[in-house]
């Protein structure tokens, strides 16, 4: 017997963990979340919610309460880009290293936003139980057994070392860089490995608001005394965060740095020998390269830094691992409730280890640039944060599309294209207005123009035979809803008698571009496809 049975274990409560546990609750499914740690965070790490994960969580009913997180007009913060000083003291003779794109009103219904890890955890945890999931903090995986029908997971209690087993259908490692689940499963990772060692300070240096003259920036590096020491206060409030890289290849390590030592390095950064300085806390981390070799391993799934580790240069860490948790968690639950096939889980890792792979060679660009060593072609390689963060492109079985492009292509284009992320486009309705990005959640969803009946009565007919959830969506004057721009089909790409077919992570599965003699059978097999219930038998445009 077993102490707890669920749907879906997931170890580890960070955001990504609670936003699996999240999203599974959304669409219906039963999650338990563990966690070795006694509380959420108390750091405000992880502090850039970009515009498509403000996306995924607007989406799971809970935008307004992240929102409601934000500290006066963060998004200035994000348009003063990434600085190089000599000291802080020097900030009106800053350098602009990077000034990234990050939304847009044509791109998204959202804006990039600041908020610390330690303020949006709680919103997330609270929001994960109410929709039907357990978390335990103070419990520790010792153990991980799968068969054909489920996993048994052993936990140990940190404080009492009783340990209990958890029975459960899948289960999701969101454990971190050092994941035990991944150790457990004998999971490889490749890339280039540790490439620098830093060190987080937590303080309070009241003068610094009068230092920084209210210059707005993300990231502000100061490179007095040969060392870079990264300082950013993106979440809104105390503490400041200063980030010095150190050298165990010189024989520095983390207990070199009391805080007297990092005191120092605040004054010596910040171009002030006698400003106050309270340190509040440290932390040592490494930037580092590597993804796991593979994201499923039978009924087990890798997701965050257990699956990708990256420098944090771009802000992509907790954002690609969040955009993993909902990639996967409607997979988990259209395959638990029914109605599509084991087969559409493999599409997790083939979608999700080329975002992943691609996101951490984007980090390594941003590292060497900000590190200065990057040359020329490094400089090249470089994509905006815009096409990172909501221009990348899926390729797998769930998604049906003629051709293999890179999954990072400049300039951005969210033109309806298979396997990227359907364009927002602002709609009207009687329940007022809408985004195309507010259509999709719990089902797929076919979009058409007001004039075309033939593929809206064709889906309907596919999906009740195949027992898929899907509705239908007309758009234009006499349609469901209006498009008061009429730009629907131009940004979709489709003629007057076109369909696209949107999956519900708001990721476009298929497009005819036009009408078809065969529309029952093209639908049939699409959907078989995109399920997972049989290999693609129809191409896409």
Not at 12 to 38: D, N, Q
Not at 204 to 215: F, G, N, S, T, V
Not at 481 to 507: C, E, K
Request: net charge negative; proline share 5%.
């Amino acid at each position: 017997m077993y102490d707890e049975d669920v749907d879906v274990l997931i170890v580890g409560a960070g955001p990504v963990g609670l936003s699996t546990a999240l999203f599974l609750g959304r669409h219906g499914i039963r999650a338990a979340v563990v966690e070795k740690r006694a509380a959420t965070s108390r750091l405000p790490r992880a502090p850039g919610l970009q515009a498509r994960t403000m996306e995924l969580f607007r989406a799971a009913g809970i935008g307004k309460e992240i929102r409601a997180l934000e500290i006066g007009d963060s998004h200035r913060f994000f348009e003063g880009g990434i600085l190089r000083v000599n000291t802080y003291a020097e900030i009106a003779d800053a350098v602009v290293l990077e000034a990234p794109s990050l939304d847009g009103p044509e791109i998204s219904p959202e804006l990039v936003m600041g908020c610390g890890q330690d303020r949006y955890e709680v919103v997330l945890t609270e929001k994960a139980i109410e929709y039907g999931a357990s978390v335990r903090f103070g419990q520790r995986l010792i153990g991980v057994e799968q068969d054909d029908e489920g996993v048994t997971a052993s936990m140990e209690d940190v404080g009492t070392g009783a340990v209990r087993t958890v029975r459960s259908r899948y289960l999701v490692g969101a454990d971190g860089a050092g994941s035990t689940v991944r150790g457990i499963l004998g999971v490889r990772r490749s890339g280039l490995g540790t490439v620098f060692n830093a060190l987080s300070i937590y303080f309070r240096a009241p003068e610094l608001e009068r230092i920084l003259a209210d210059r707005p920036f993300i990231l502000c590096y100061a490179t007095v005394g040969g060392t870079m020491t990264g300082l950013s206060r993106l979440h809104g409030r105390d503490p400041w965060l200063a980030a010095p890289v150190y050298h165990p290849e010189r024989g520095e390590k983390p207990e070199d740095f009391t805080d007297e030592r990092c005191v120092a390095i605040v004054r010596e950064a910040a171009g002030r020998p006698d400003m106050a300085v309270e340190v509040l806390d440290k932390v040592p981390w490494e930037g580092a390269q590597l993804v796991a070799e593979q994201f499923r391993v039978g009924r087990v799934f890798l997701a965050g830094d257990a699956a990708h580790v990256h420098p944090p240069a771009g802000g992509f860490g907790a954002n690609t691992g969040i955009h993993d948790a909902h990639n996967l968690a409607w997979k988990l639950a259209a395959v638990m409730r029914g109605w599509a096939g084991t087969d559409l889980l493999d599409s997790y890792h083939g979608e999700r280890h080329a975002v992943g792979t691609a996101m951490a060679e984007q980090a390594m660009v941003r590292n060497r640039i900000r590190h200065g060593y990057a040359d020329e072609d490094t400089r090249r390689q470089m994509v905006d944060d815009i096409i990172i963060t909501l221009g990348y492109r899926y390729r797998s079985g769930a998604v049906v599309a003629a051709d293999s492009p890179p999954v990072l292509t400049s300039p951005l284009t969210l033109t309806g294209e298979p396997g990227t992320r359907a364009p927002h486009v602002w709609l009207s309705s009687p329940a007022g207005r809408q985004s195309t990005i507010d259509l999709f959640w719990s089902s797929f969803v076919l979009l058409t123009t007001a004039e075309d009946t033939v593929w809206a009565a064709a889906a309907e007919r596919a999906a009740a035979a195949a027992g898929v959830p899907l509705r239908t969506v007309r758009v234009g004057p006499g349609g469901d809803v209006v498009d008061p721009d009429r730009d629907f089909a131009a940004r979709y790409g489709i003629g007057s008698h076109g369909a696209v077919l949107v999956r519900p992570d708001a990721f476009v599965a298929w497009r005819a571009a036009d009408g078809s003699g065969e529309p029952d059978r093209v639908l049939a097999a699409v959907l078989a496809a995109v399920t997972g219930a049989a290999a693609p038998a129809v191409a896409g445009s």
